[in-house]
């Protein structure tokens, strides 16, 4: 079964996050992509926040890890950055150059200032990239925080998601684009790492009894999806660290049928196209896609759109994404002393 250690040098690798961040894009593109329920249920929203939420916090697991390990900017940062851009100015240059993208758009997008100074979602096939905007800058500021103080750095985590959230509570968000009323998610899964990084051993021995186990983990599901909803308040303000313990504790759950499903082959490849599948879904649900009665657009166009869907994102992970990774390893391998 696998857990983190303490060890130095190099954050482990964690078989079933891979599962979890498969939940969390297909959390998403149903979201967005199909009717979940009754509209009055409201749980298509409900479902992309439970997404964003996984994913978010999977992200600052990753990124804290990473850099508690490995203080290293320099080399995070190119990693990042390489793994972030190629697909997202792949995508814009489609939209700019065969759908009219204004270019006031695509600036906006690559530079990550969109979640500020755009609308989101109503921003049409590019209104989900606000979601890079607040890992990019997530990335920088902790970045900063590591080259000036160093490895104690991420211990800052803790402090930051309290402000985050605070701010959410004062503001009444339920859910924001904006960094600073969202970025409590990514903040929750540098507690995650850090907690699991001293203390998984006693993690373990808490989660040990396997019943016991099974019940926190269903009530955890429930608070997830009232923690997610637009009726969940005030439960709303807690959904980071909902989603926090909900993955700490398959992490370390003696749940062997849960962890083989989440570490599954097809789960692995979901969660390795995960990234491409978040950048191109929303293409191909737009204009023509979209239109149409509720039985056209949805028993006709969107199987069609989802087939195209995990085309460009499998083509764009292994045959683009890829070259774009190993021209930063390739940069970082000359740059290492000899």
């Known amino acids: 079964m696998p857990h983190l250690t303490p060890a130095q040098g190099k954050a482990k690798y964690v078989p079933c ?33 439970m997404g964003m939420a996984l994913f978010f916090c999977l992200s600052g697991y990753l990124i804290t890890s990473m850099l508690f390990h490995k203080p290293e900017v320099l080399p995070f940062l190119v990693k990042r950055i390489m793994r972030i851009v190629p697909a997202l100015f792949l995508f814009l240059a489609v939209l700019f150059v065969f759908f009219d993208l204004p270019l006031s758009s695509f600036l906006l997008n690559i530079t990550f200032l969109s979640n500020y100074l755009t609308d989101g979602l109503s921003g049409g096939p590019v209104g989900h990239l606000w979601s890079l905007c607040v890992e990019v800058h997530f990335y920088l500021a ?3 925080l590591v080259l000036i103080f160093g490895r104690r750095a991420v211990w800052l985590v803790f402090p930051a998601a309290l402000i985050v959230t605070g701010l959410r509570i004062d503001a009444g968000v339920i859910s924001n684009i904006n960094t600073h009323l969202r970025v409590d998610e990514i903040l929750s899964g540098g507690w995650l790492a850090l907690i699991s990084i001293h203390w998984a051993d006693q993690l373990r021995k808490l989660l040990s009894n396997r019943f016991a186990t099974s019940v926190i983990l269903i009530l955890l ?44 082959r097809i789960a692995r490849y979901i969660a390795s196209i995960s990234y491409a599948l978040y950048i191109w879904h929303m293409l191909m649900i737009y204009g023509w896609m979209n239109t149409g009665s509720t039985a056209e657009r949805y028993l006709v166009k969107r199987p069609i759109s989802w087939l195209l869907t995990w085309f460009a994102a499998h083509m764009s992970t292994f045959h683009w994404e890829s070259h774009g990774q190993r021209l930063a ?10």
């Open 17 to 49: 996050l891979d599962g979890i961040r498969a939940v969390s894009i297909l959390l998403v593109l149903m979201a967005h992509t199909a009717p979940l329920g009754p509209k009055a249920w409201l749980m298509n929203a409900a479902a992309g926040r």
């Open 142 to 144: 902790i970045s900063l």
């Open 221 to 264: 599901c429930i608070l997830f999806v009232v923690s997610s909803h637009d009726n969940g308040q005030p439960l709303t303000y807690l959904r980071p660290y909902i989603a926090m313990t909900l993955i700490g504790v398959v992490m370390h759950s003696p749940l062997r049928g849960l962890l083989s499903v989440l570490e599954s």
């Open 329 to 338: 390893r390739k940069w970082l391998a000359g740059r290492e002393p000899k």
